[in-house]
């Protein structure tokens, strides 16, 4: 007989020792449309084993299309590896990119459980989501939030009510039931006796006798408060009814599987389960409740009215097993019924500062966030304290034996992948010989807050800026969703970084000026697509400049010529253009730098060539445009077309033959009309695989009438994306300009002095005619003096 139970003890060892899931949850948020048209769902789920974390979840589509994962990260959020009762908890995060709005479930399952009373062997969990737009909020459709200790101890003899976490972003009823087996959402699909489960409140209450480890399969389902539409962007609506109450008692069936042992069973009271179309999403809480094991103590004699409503009709057998299998199960010594039941005593109590249960607090994105714990144990030594939160998650804990105290503080520092998202964290105190507090959890709401810069490195040439910013920085922002000023220019990227390579006047470059210096400033920001129904706008700034001394002897001085721009991009590397103009058209003498800014006559022939250089061999270049402005500034609203779209627009345009590098072409110098004086030359050059005939460089000239070519679209392996790169300034020679200067001015003389010699000759004939005109009337009229005698009496 002793030889049969020790054989059987070291069986059942065998079976544990490969037996180790102990939780595992998993909750939705999505995102919103992604610039390319699909949308973005953010899947986190925990798991928890007794053997350590390794990544063993892996969950498959269950229903519907789910998509593909962009995006993985998992990482251990809690351990217990210096005790008897070991244990680990992970959280894996992934973004998944669908291609539409609609339903979709996934499911997990394998093996094992770690042993429990009921042989619970494989694990099955499943998770769903409708992605559907509410028509009460607008937003998308988001699951329950819930998490919980990977494993709840309780003494044998201590009744515990546990409210678990059941929190919904949308202000829905959350609902907690059994998982069903017919629909996949568990493997046993046990509802374990001496435990009383509430699911309107998702409660959980024990009130057992029996000892050993017990195994919840759990579902979250979430309905609407009123009836909702939910739409889909492919036009499509779907009603979704508020939830149905019930006040129906169902029966809870005894036990499927049938041994000497005896079992409990009894009616609930509960809500009936909605149908399945109403659901608007479905969470898997699974974890284990643990009663703590009694020695030689078969029956306790426990009250069930002090936590059992007398209503309700209930039956208790009492459950004894061998001790010797317990031992050799856990492996640690069996203990002795707890004395007493009350928090603080055995049981820790939680003391202030630490929340209560279901309470809510706010974070804001790249600040840190705290949680402070504290709890107290007069009858066993505190240890510990168990947490259940997101990545990046850490607690130190601190011991005050003197006067059996324990604290802790949680620290958290949310990334903008969290920006908007509700946070579940969960924690229990535990003693030296496992026995835990109450549990609570509380809600985070991650919300905008301090604005991340990045790490990033500048290379500034006399002509270019490049900026490495590397990506662990800004966690889980794609190049798509970041821009600099200018909108229209976009980014790269390869394992590591994020790359912005612009030249200085390009792209939305301001230029500053100081006594000293020339400043050029660009800035890389997030920014919200149309579509998208959070805001992740400005959350990213990273501005990045380029000074250059207005007077210096280094290289780095600023000049009138610009050398060559260079160029980072992911898979070309580092490349650059030369943009230089020759003295004729044989191309063997380039104009000596120092003579810019380049004196030339209206209609001179000038004669350019833009060559790149690089460490590929099979490389082609590509000039898609080229444009005269009056100032160096690819955007002036004063320009004039040169090349557009590949093709030739200037009529005095002439190409000449040239290798697959480099683009010779010449045209006639012309002036702007106005108050300019010169011209700059900016083209838009693309570096291409040589010979892919889906780049850009393949096309040619297509007038502006091809739309086969989508540069958000392109392959990185294969093209380039545009980049602005100029030479100049051209100015008319001062011999050109003087002439029209002594015309103009010499034309101005001539007819001023015109109008003085007019105006005085007709002074002078005005004043001769008026002499010429008296002396006639004093010759023609006489006048003489009469007699005295002559005169009227009147007059006298």
Request: proline share 5%; hydrophobic share 35%; with cysteine.
């Amino acid at each position: 007989m002793a030889l049969t139970q020790l054989l059987l003890c070291c069986i059942l060892f065998s079976v544990a020792t490969a037996s180790h899931l102990q939780e595992g949850t998993a909750r939705f948020w999505p995102r919103g449309w992604n610039p390319d048209g699909t949308f973005r769902v953010d899947f986190r789920y925990q798991e928890s084993f007794r053997t350590g974390c390794h990544q063993e979840f892996n969950w498959q589509c269950y229903s519907g299309y789910c998509g593909t994962i962009n995006f993985l990260e998992y990482q251990e959020i809690d351990n217990d590896n210096n005790s008897s009762r070991p244990w680990c908890q992970a959280e894996g995060y992934a973004v998944i990119t669908q291609p539409n709005d609609k339903p979709f479930s996934l499911r997990e399952s394998s093996c094992c459980w770690v042993y429990n009373v009921r042989y619970a062997g494989s694990w099955m969990l499943h998770a769903y989501i409708d992605l559907g737009t509410r028509s009460d909020t607008w937003k998308p459709n988001r699951s329950p939030v819930t998490a919980i200790i990977p494993i709840i101890r309780i003494p044998q003899n201590c009744a515990t009510n546990y409210k678990l976490m059941a929190h919904d972003p949308d202000d829905d009823i959350v609902n907690c039931r059994y998982g069903l087996s017919y629909t996949s959402e568990c493997s046993s699909c046990v509802q374990h006796n001496g435990f009383y489960f509430d699911q309107a409140t998702c409660t959980l209450s024990y009130f057992y006798s029996g000892t050993g480890k017990h195994v919840f399969e759990l579902v979250l389902e979430d309905f609407p408060r009123q009836q909702i539409t939910l739409s889909y962007r492919d036009g499509t609506t779907s009603i979704r009814n508020a939830a149905v109450s019930s006040t129906s008692q169902p029966y809870t069936s005894p036990p499927s599987i049938y041994t000497t042992y005896n079992y409990l069973w009894w009616f609930v009271p509960t809500s009936a389960v909605s149908p399945v179309s109403a659901v608007l999403s479905q969470i898997p809480l699974q974890f284990v409740v643990e009663g703590k094991v009694l020695n030689n103590v078969t029956q306790y004699s426990y009250n069930t009215n002090k936590s059992v409503s007398s209503r309700y009709k209930v039956l208790i057998h009492i459950l004894s097993y061998p001790c010797y299998i317990l031992n050799c199960m856990y492996g640690y010594k069996v203990g002795s019924t707890v004395s007493s039941c009350t928090w603080g005593d055995y049981r820790p109590a939680f003391l202030p500062p630490t929340p209560s249960n279901g309470a809510s607090f706010s974070a804001a994105v790249e600040t840190r966030f705290q949680l402070r714990l504290s709890a107290t144990a007069t009858m066993d030594r505190l240890s510990d304290f168990k947490i259940s939160g997101p990545i990046n998650v850490t607690k130190t804990v601190t011991h005050d034996r003197a006067n059996n105290l324990i604290s802790a503080t949680i620290e958290w520092t949310p990334t903008i992948n969290d920006l908007g998202d509700r946070v579940p964290m969960c924690f229990v105190a535990e003693t030296t010989n496992g026995y835990q507090s109450e549990l609570r959890c509380v809600i985070v709401t991650v919300e905008v807050g301090s604005r991340s810069t990045g790490e990033a490195e500048v290379i500034c040439t006399d002509t270019t800026m490049t900026l490495l910013l590397l990506k662990s920085s800004i966690r889980g922002v794609h190049e798509n969703h970041l821009r600099l000023n200018d909108q229209n220019c976009m980014l790269t990227s390869n394992a590591s970084h994020i790359i912005a390579s612009i030249s200085l006047n390009s792209c939305g470059t301001e230029i500053e000026e100081t006594e000293n210096d020339i400043i050029f400033k660009n800035e890389i920001t997030s920014f919200d697509h149309p579509h998208e129904v959070i805001t992740r706008k400005h959350l990213v700034e990273v501005p990045f400049s380029c000074s250059f001394p207005k007077k210096s002897n280094i290289s780095s001085a600023f000049h009138p010529h610009k050398g060559n721009f260079v160029f980072s991009e992911a898979g070309f590397g580092r490349f650059s253009y030369s943009f230089e103009f020759y003295s004729s058209n044989n191309y063997y003498s380039i104009i000596d730098p120092s003579n810019y800014p380049l004196n030339v006559e209206l209609q001179d022939e000038l004669y350019m060539k833009i060559q790149v250089e690089s460490a590929l061999s099979n490389i082609e270049l590509f000039v898609e445009s080229c444009k005269a402005t009056p100032h160096d500034d690819p955007n002036d609203p004063v320009y004039y077309d040169i090349l557009k779209n590949g093709c030739v627009e200037d009529d005095t345009v002439a190409t000449y033959p040239s290798n697959q590098t480099e683009f010779r072409f010449s045209m006639e110098a012309f002036a702007f009309i106005g108050n300019y004086e010169e011209v700059y030359i900016s083209c838009t050059v693309i570096l291409c695989k040589h010979g892919d005939p889906n780049t850009r460089c393949s096309q040619g000239c297509t007038n502006g009438t091809s739309s086969g070519h989508n540069i958000g679209k392109r392959s990185l392996a294969s093209e380039t994306q545009s980049h602005f790169i100029s030479q100049g300034p051209l100015i008319m020679k001062k011999r050109s300009l003087h002439e029209n200067k002594d015309y103009n001015s010499n034309s101005a003389l001539n007819m001023n002095t015109l109008i003085v010699a007019v105006a005085f000759v007709a002074s002078v004939a005005l004043i001769a005619a008026v002499i010429m005109y008296k002396a006639k009337v004093s010759h023609a009229i006489k006048y003489e003096a009469l007699p005295v005698n002559e005169l009227s009496p009147t007059c006298k």
